[in-house]
């Protein structure tokens, strides 16, 4: 009898463990289903958001719902005295989750903290050298996207992406880019791939770009992509993944190949967010 009521347990218990996303999402459901984002949320991003006056009246009901969520689960912190008010943290997660717009629930599932500094900060760094010595210093930075699951991010920066959205830079987008990426286990530039995506063709594509950008980058070639993406293949996807949302037409014409197949990972063509292309 005791066997009996193990056994019975252990079955529940495997079908719960095999089902606990659809378990989650279903509870989220249930949590969420009540929770809209306040007229005063929406006026907010309107005026700080440029790209979420663009987006059709089905991808901003996705975009609330998804920041709903996402201030749900996620802490959003304030750093150097920093006090993180609710306006910032709903354009702190509007940005993230732009990104995902088209993906389930959970985002960005490893994420569990976004750090925020009033401006620039300074991060201690280590290097070693040839001879094996380890050298410490502090480098000014932006932002950052541990693996662990915490973000660090300027204030000052993320408004300035959302203020000029057609300019190929924005913070959030970039460090929340890493976050994809980081999600297989290593920061190399593939993101883990729907089934539609083979991983030979996305090496292929990103790869012969990179070095397209690197070739410009030598004969002081004109170019869409940043030049920081030429700085290794994790930072040639964050950028690419900005230009991507904020250049979508330049990409589409400088690399026709790339663009479509990001248009087939983020599962959006952000082409109709910028009208005045
Ligand atoms: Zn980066």
């Not at 993101?191 to 090496?203: D, F, N, R, V």
């Not at 990972?265 to 292309?277: G, L, T, V």
Request: hydrophobic share 40%.
């Amino acid at each position: 009898m005791v066997n009996l009521v193990l056994i019975g347990l252990l079955v529940v218990f495997c079908i719960g463990y095999w089902r606990f996303v659809d378990i989650q999402r279903w509870w989220w459901q249930r949590q969420y289903a009540t929770q809209v984002l306040s007229a005063q949320d929406k006026q907010l991003l309107l005026q700080y958001m440029p790209i979420y006056r663009n987006l059709s009246a089905h991808e901003r009901a996705q975009l609330e719902r998804h920041i709903v969520w996402f201030l749900g689960e996620k802490r959003v912190l304030g750093r150097d005295g920093l006090k993180v008010n609710r306006a910032m943290a709903v354009i702190v997660a509007a940005d993230a989750c732009l990104l995902v717009l088209q993906q389930a629930w959970p985002l960005y599932p490893n994420v569990k903290e976004v750090l925020l500094y009033p401006s620039s900060y300074y991060a201690s760094q280590t290097s070693t050298d040839a001879a094996g010595l380890v050298n410490y210093h502090t480098a000014i930075r932006q932002g950052e996207s541990w693996p662990g699951g915490t973000l660090v991010l300027s204030w000052h920066d993320v408004l300035e992406g959302n203020r000029l959205p057609g300019d190929g830079h924005n913070l959030v987008f970039h460090e929340f880019a890493h976050q994809l990426d980081q999600q297989t286990g290593s920061t190399n530039g593939t993101p883990a791939l729907p089934k539609e995506i083979s991983y030979q063709q996305w090496g292929e594509v990103l790869t012969r770009a990179y070095q397209r950008l690197k070739t410009q980058l030598a004969y002081q070639m004109p170019h869409t992509i940043h030049s920081y993406g030429a700085t290794n293949e994790a930072e040639f996807f964050a950028v690419v993944t900005e230009t991507f949302i904020e250049k979508p037409s330049q990409l589409r014409r400088e690399e026709p190949e790339l663009f479509n197949l990001l248009v087939q990972y983020f599962r959006f063509d952000p082409s109709h967010w910028h009208p005045s292309y």
